[in-house]
Each structure stands twice: as structure tokens, then as C-alpha cells.
T-cell receptor
Framework: ETGVTQTPRHLVMGMTNKKSLKCEQH?????MYWYKQSAKKPLELMFV???????ENNSVPSRFSPECPNSSHLFLHLHTLQPEDSALYLC?????????????FGPGTRLTVL | GQNIDQPTEMTATEGAIVQINCTYQ??????LFWYQQHAGEAPTFLSY??LDGLEEKGRFSSFLSRSKGYSYLLLKELQMKDSASYLC??????????WGAGTKLIIKP
């Protein structure tokens, strides 16, 4: 247990569906992240929030829409996804966004797009 | 561009020692992290190096040479539970983590 939880753990959706991924951290951290992890590829940073403000958006398609209502919760809203979006989506949190701020990860949501 | 290289897969024997290498080319350097990730689980933090040299933490040690753009993770007295992927990540000048693809370590009895 890292103090970061994600739901659901598994999700299968069609290309026309709308779904949301949820992340919650119980560590009192101020920064939260969404990553995409595809098989045998490096983690890809998608979004960064620091004190509820989005600070990074790494050229992510608009079919992915993040929401951070407070420092403890982070959502990723999904709509009209493509099969190539199938991957493990990891949430992480850290105290801040500086050099010594270790990121702590949740277990991920395994997403399959049909 | 930015690049982190580490071997795709390694195999070692229970009780032995294994060294996982990581080389990097990044725009700036603000530290190097090693994470362990068991299949289907979250990556978990192992070590952080920002100065040259060896950091030891129990059975695991991590080494950094900034001039060579090189790090390694040393695992001693290998146990079956050490079978996992090991991820190397460098924090660049924008304080973003640049990740390697990970090294899958297989431990055999």
C-alpha cells in the first residue's frame, strides 16, 4: 500500500463510451500525476497538477480530460477512445514538484478499448 | 532528444548478485530514481541519486556517475520476490521525470 488508490482496477470500454478513472491519495501531497504505461515502453507523463492547478499537459489528445477538484483527488475522463489507448493508466502523487519530491504510485487501471 | 537506456530483460540465480545498468541523455539533470514494479502492481520507489557515488540501502545499492551519464542498481543475495521490472528515471531541467522502458529481472532457483 503506497497511500494512493485507483478505481476501477480494470475497465473495458467501447470506442463510443464515456468513462472516468479515479485516483485518491492519502499522503497529504500537493502534486498529482497521470501516466500512461504501454507494454515495453517508458512511462508517458500525461498531466500534472500542483495545488489543484494543471501545470503540464504533454500533448495529450482531447479525448482525455483531467479534473482535479482538490489536492487529494484526481480524475481522468475518457470519451471516444481508440484501441491504441489500451494501456495501464497510473496515478502518482508527490509532496511537491521539485528534485527531491519522490512520486508515489497507485496500482493503476488496466484499460482495454474495443 | 532525451533518452534513457536500460536492458530489456535479465536473468539471475537466487542468492546471486545482479547489476542493472542505466545510461541517460537528458536536457539537464536533477537526480536519478530507481523504481521496482511487480507485474500488475504500482511502481515503488527504491532509490534516489543526485551526487556521484554509491548509495546503499540493505540488499540494494544504486550508483551514479553524472559525467558518464550512467547509473546502476545492484541487487545482492537475490530472492525470488525480487523478480520484477526495474525502472530508471531521470529528472530533467524542467523537473519532469524521463523514464526508461524498464528491465525485467527473472530470478531462477
Amino acid at each position: 500500500e503506497t497511500g494512493v488508490t485507483q478505481t476501477p482496477r480494470h475497465l473495458v470500454m467501447g470506442m463510443t463510451n464515456k468513462k472516468s478513472l479515479k485516483c485518491e491519495q492519502h499522503l497529504g501531497h500537493n502534486a498529482m500525476y497521470w501516466y500512461k504505461q504501454s507494454a515495453k515502453k517508458p512511462l508517458e507523463l500525461m498531466f500534472v497538477y500542483n495545488f489543484k492547478e494543471q501545470t503540464e499537459n504533454n500533448s495529450v489528445p482531447s479525448r482525455f480530460s483531467p479534473e482535479c477538484p482538490n489536492s487529494s483527488h484526481l480524475f481522468l475522463h475518457l470519451h471516444t477512445l481508440q484501441p491504441e489507448d489500451s494501456a495501464l493508466y497510473l496515478c502518482a502523487s508527490s509532496q511537491g514538484t521539485g528534485d527531491t519530491d519522490t512520486q508515489y504510485f497507485g496500482p493503476g487501471t488496466r484499460l482495454t478499448v474495443l | 532528444g532525451q533518452n534513457i537506456d536500460q536492458p530489456t530483460e535479465m536473468t539471475a540465480t537466487e542468492g546471486a548478485i545482479v547489476q542493472i545498468n542505466c545510461t541517460y541523455q537528458t536536457s539537464g539533470f536533477n537526480g536519478l530514481f530507481w523504481y521496482q514494479q511487480h507485474a500488475g502492481e504500482a511502481p515503488t520507489f527504491l532509490s534516489y541519486n543526485v551526487l556521484d557515488g554509491l548509495e546503499e540501502k540493505g540488499r540494494f545499492s544504486s550508483f551514479l556517475s553524472r559525467s558518464k551519464g550512467y547509473s546502476y542498481l545492484l541487487l545482492k543475495e537475490l530472492q525470488m520476490k525480487d523478480s520484477a521490472s526495474y525502472l530508471c528515471a531521470v529528472m530533467d531541467s524542467n523537473y519532469q521525470l524521463i523514464w526508461g522502458a524498464g528491465t525485467k529481472l527473472i530470478i531462477k532457483p
